[in-house]
């Protein structure tokens, strides 16, 4: 009898039987593509940090890590504890770390590369708050403009920490080959 056809997964090296389920690593779920040319070194280590496409699954949890996050700061903290004010740029302030963190803890449990979910997250979780916190101030600290700067500086932030725990996750780059 034959053997089943081995893929190798090209992001960590598992060695994969086909049929695999829609084209991903069992492993670490990376997209695994029966190669008709194969790549070389150089190319394979070019390829290893770039996304393969955009996951709903993954949107949904990262958008779903980062509202609790920033609702458990924004919200639940003040509640709990009474000395803290986090109203307008406080707010804004501690809302940016929040993103970074989230971007980082999805990027460490997601499978594959999985940079711009958590970025479109932080994005739509930065407009309401944003929104929330200028409304909300009793005292104007900071002008306007400002809440849309530092909401885009939050997702940025949430990129850096996305791709932070992609790193993480897959460990340290192969050594090129001389």
């Not at 994969?16 to 040319?37: F, I, Y």
């Not at 109203?87 to 997601?110: K, R």
């Not at 009793?138 to 996305?162: D, E, N, Q, R």
Request: charged content about 15%; some cysteine; hydrophobic content about 50%.
């Amino acid at each position: 009898m034959a053997q089943p056809k081995q893929l190798i997964c090209s992001s960590c090296g598992f060695k994969n039987a086909t049929p695999l389920p829609n084209n991903r690593c069992v492993s670490c779920g990376a997209k695994v593509e029966d190669q008709k040319r194969s790549l070389s070194r150089e190319e394979e280590l070019e390829r290893r940090y770039q996304q393969d496409g955009f996951s709903l699954m993954w949107f949904g949890i990262s958008l779903i890590i980062t509202s609790v996050l920033t609702a458990a700061l924004i919200l639940g903290l003040p509640m709990v504890v009474s000395a803290v004010d986090l109203e307008g740029s406080a707010g804004m302030m501690m809302a940016v770390p929040v993103w970074f963190i989230a971007g980082v803890l999805v990027g460490l449990i997601s499978p594959g590369k999985t940079f711009i979910e958590p970025v479109v997250a932080a994005f739509l979780v930065a407009m309401p708050t944003a929104f929330l916190l200028f409304g909300s101030q009793t005292v104007k600290t900071m002008p306007s403009f400002m809440y849309v700067l530092m909401s885009a500086l939050g997702v940025l932030f949430s990129l850096i920490g996305a791709y932070i725990g992609e790193r993480i996750q897959m460990g340290p780059p192969p050594k090129a080959v001389d």
